[in-house]
Structures are given as C-alpha cells and as structure tokens.
C-alpha cells in the first residue's frame, strides 16, 4: 500500500482495520483469515509498529552488520509514534491536551508533575546513564592562547589596485609581520584559488593533504599557482560547494572552544554566490565558529560576466547576519586593517565573524588620501574600522555624499563637478553599514555598541542633504539620513545586471558620476 494509505490505518479504530486491511487484490480472503484471530489491542500494536521503534530489533539488526560491504537498515517509524496524534498529516504542529499529556505519563509509569526527574541510580536505567555521562566526561577546554595581531602592516599598497588583490597581498605580508598568526590561517576556496587572487599565498604555503602528492604541473612553466599537496599546507580547495565550503568554515572556526587551539580561517567565494551558502554559514557562527568569509568579486563592477555573476543584496545580508560584522572597504590600506581587525576578533569566547565583500574594479589608491603622520594614520585606522571615516572635508557642506565600496571614485569626481558649481561637499567614505547602524541603534538605547564614530563622521554641526551611493541595492546606507534627520537621496542597484563597459553599466544602474551629481542637486534644492 502506499505511505499515506498506511498513515491513515494509525487512526483508525480496530474494526475500520479489519474493514480496510485486506483490500480488494486476491489475497484480500487470506489477509483478513491472518487478523482474523488476533484481538483488538494486539492487531492495533502490530500495525502501528512495522520494526521503526523495535529498540531491541535495532540492536541486532547492527549486531548483525557487515563491516565488509556497504549497510542500509530501514527503520520504519512514526512520527507521533504512540500518541493520540501519530499519522496525522498535520501532526508536525500538534501538541497534546492536558489530559493526553497525563495518560502519556500513566503509560510510562512517570509522574506527569516531575518530567525531569532522574532514575534511580541503582536502577539499570541510573547505571547507564551514569556511565554514559562518565564516557563523555572531558577535561575542560585550555583557554585558547592570546594571539598578538599587528594592527597595521608595513606595506605601500600600488598606485592602482583592487580590494581584491589587496587581500591577497595582505596574507603574504602576514607571514612576514606576524608569521605565529599566519601560521594559524586556513584559507578555504570553492574552486576559485586564482581568480580571487590568492595564488601568492596558496604558493607560499601550501595545500593541505594528508599525505604528500606529486605537483605534475611543477615543471610547466606557464603555471602560475604551484599546487604543492602536503599535511603543512594551509589551503583547502573543495571544487563549486559554496556549502561544503561554510560547513568547514564553521568546524575550522570551532577549534578554539573544542581543543583551545584556535584557527584564523578565511573563506573566499564569489560574492555572487554567498546567498547559496548563507545558511550553513549562519549555522555555523550560531554553534560558535567563528570566521571571515571573503565575497570576491563582487557587485556590477564585474560587468563583463552578465547578471548572473553580479550581486545586489549581499550588503543586506552582511549588515543583517547575527554574530558577524561586514565590511566593505574602498582602498587596499582598508582591506589590510580591516583583515587584521577581524582575525584579532577570531578564535575567542567574545570572538565574531566577518563578511568582507571585495571588488575586481581598480582604483586609484592615491585617492586614500592616507595621513604620513603616525597619529594622524592610527586616527584614520581607528575610523575605517569602526564603520566610516571622512575622506573630503568641508567646513560648511551643502551636500554629503557618501560612499561605499568601488564608486568611491565617482563620489569624489562628483565632489569635484559640485565644487565647480559653488556647492560644497563633503564625502565620507562607508566601510562597514552594519556598524553604523548598530551605532545608530544604539543612540536609541537599542544596542550596546558604541557610538563615537557618528560624532565623529557625521557631527550634527556640518548636517546637510545626503546622497549614498554604493554597488548594491540602495537601501543598505539609506538609513544614514536618520542620523540628523536630512533630506535622502539613494543610488545603487535593484535590478538585474548586465553585460558591458563599466561606465555602461554604472551610467544604467545610475551610481556614475553624472547620477551623483544630478542626485546632489535634487537633494539641495
């Protein structure tokens, strides 16, 4: 009979049983002879029970295994096996009354006032228990040691770079400033090793394998990642599984709370694609892996590719995850703080995750605009990493421009267009929303986190219209104008992206320059 057939048998009487059993084929006459003779109570149990919930049958059944060829043990059950709700199809969200719960405890010789209670330590069911708990007793975990994470790397990023090769850049320079750290990182890629700009780092140490493998294409010169496979290395390739790739994030980012010996891993995907893996990752943090998860390359910059490989709502997702912080940096002397910040915040008890999403689109790092003076440069640091920092002052701003990410060289074009025209401008740029609006949150009395880099950014002083502008949907920043209460205009993108010229596809989605500056003089009237 089919699975539903069966399920309706469970709630029927015995009669009904002795009425549908048999059926209608040949052997109707020779079912209903079978069950003829056994009592009610007894062909009731026999139906309800198919060997799913035969704890002793079970038990020899894998007694019984082979350990020499594959096993399959079907062990039919029932969900709400035993209960007035077993086989009901909308049982998933039944629960018992009062009297059901009581004549459940009859049955079971329990007292329904004390559900809890323990047995009886001199019982069968007390020993077990006690060993049990004995065989899973452990030593407590050590306290996972204190790593001492430089806060900035001796590095002069390149004239022209992308937070994408940045990161890359900035896991080499690791092994050199602070080698005990980077002995610690694990980085992780879906089949995506070069083309997110790790080759340097996965040449300098290695991917993991379990025992030394053979490079046969060490000897071809045109090879530019050297995939050396030993038990030192300290990458792991896992082919196209975003998923796979997060759950061995989250069992990576564990290792501190299991054996008080704490991993740094990065996992790099495309950022189209972190949606795909959000789940599982999400999972993870929740159990209390802590770990950066790298979305490269990322928005409509990468226009060359069509729509399907471009993301719009992936800031949502870092602003809106639990137990991880986001970031999107502008400038490779970002990206490096910025990493160096959240693996500082790996491998602890009060420990958290971090997304940053990276970008293919070069710019001019000069535009950085980063101070020669020690204090000056720290200041600066200090801001990047909590959320935002002011990248054009202005004493008296007509308009605030801020952006996010790769268009932070449109923003100040349009900055310098605005000032042509006797409007002044101020450009901030956002290196992580989610901090900002937990600092929003927070002036609220909602959130715990602090607040200083509003002061600091955006001071209630120097308030004007607001333009955001980033590559992804609009409405991550939109909030910004809550801060004090300015007039909004948003850019960014909500629709599908395509194909082109990278100014094409900025000029469609208007988050080019020329949208900067027409959306600077809506905002100002």
């Known amino acids: 009979m089919s699975n539903p057939g069966y399920q309706r048998l469970l709630r029927c009487s015995a009669q009904e049983v002795r009425d549908r059993l048999p059926g209608e084929g040949a052997d109707a006459e020779a079912v209903a002879t079978v069950i003829g003779d056994l009592g009610d109570q007894a062909l009731l149990g026999a139906i309800s029970n198919l060997g799913g919930h035969d704890v002793d049958a079970l038990r020899d059944a894998y007694a019984r295994i082979d350990d020499h060829r594959p096993t399959v043990i079907l062990a039919y059950t029932v969900k709400g096996f035993g209960l007035p709700i077993q086989g009901h199809p909308q049982n998933h969200s039944s629960l018992l009354t009062a009297e059901q719960f009581a004549s459940l405890a009859d049955s079971l010789g329990e007292d329904v006032d004390r559900p809890w209670r323990r047995f009886d330590p001199d019982s069968p069911e007390g020993a ?111 082919g196209i599984a975003e998923t796979n790739l997060v759950g061995l994030l989250g069992e990576l980012g564990a290792t501190w709370s299991r054996w008080g010996q704490p991993l740094l891993p990065i996992g790099v995907v495309y950022d189209p694609f972190v949606g795909r893996a959000l789940e599982p990752w999400s999972f993870g943090i929740y159990a209390g892996g802590q770990s950066i998860l790298v979305g490269t390359p990322s928005g409509v910059s990468l226009s060359a590719k069509g729509g399907a490989h471009q993301s719009v709502t992936t800031p949502s997702i870092g602003v809106e995850q639990p137990g991880c912080v986001s970031y999107e940096p502008a400038f490779s002397v970002e990206v490096q703080w910025i990493l160096l910040d959240c693996l500082a915040h790996l491998g602890r008890p009060d420990g958290r995750s971090a997304y940053l999403r990276l970008s293919t689109r070069p710019v001019d790092q000069h535009l950085a605009s980063v101070p020669d003076d020690p204090a000056a440069r720290e200041r600066c640091r200090a801001q990047v990493v909590a959320g935002a920092y002011t990248l054009r002052a202005c004493a008296d701003p007509d308009v605030t421009i801020v952006a996010m990410g790769a268009v932070v060289s449109e923003a100040l074009a349009a900055a310098g267009r605005l000032s042509a025209l006797d409007i002044g401008s101020e450009v901030v740029c956002v290196t992580s929303a989610g901090l900002l609006f937990a600092a929003v949150q927070a002036r609220a009395g909602r959130s715990d986190a602090p607040g200083w880099i509003l002061d600091a950014v955006f001071p209630a002083e120097r308030a004007a219209p607001m333009v955001t502008v980033l590559d992804g949907h609009p409405h991550t920043l939109a909030f910004l104008a809550s801060i ?42």
């Not at 004239?159 to 994408?164: I, L, M």
């Not at 995506?192 to 300098?204: I, R, Y």
């Not at 909500?494 to 500056?517: M, N, P």
């Open 484 to 525: 004090n209460t300015v007039p909004l205009r948003a850019l960014g993108i909500s629709t599908f992206g395509l194909t082109g010229a990278l100014e094409d596809v900025y000029r469609h989605h208007g988050i080019d320059t020329d949208s900067i500056v027409r959306a600077a003089l809506d905002a100002v009237g």
């Open 128 to 238: 077990l228990c006690a060993s049990t708990a004995e065989y899973l007793r452990r030593d407590p975990v050590p306290r996972p040691p204190g790593l001492t994470v430089p806060r900035d790397l001796s590095r002069t990023p390149p004239s022209t770079s992308t937070t994408q090769a940045a990161l890359g850049r900035a896991l080499l320079d690791l092994t050199r400033d602070a080698p005990d750290v980077a002995a610690r990182v694990v980085t992780v890629s879906p089949d995506v090793s070069s083309t997110t700009n790790l080759a340097g780092w996965l040449n300098k140490v290695g991917v993991w394998s379990p025992t030394e493998r053979h490079d046969w294409f060490a000897d071809d010169s045109e090879t530019v990642v050297k995939w050396r496979e030993r038990p030192t290395g300290q990458h792991m390739e896992l």
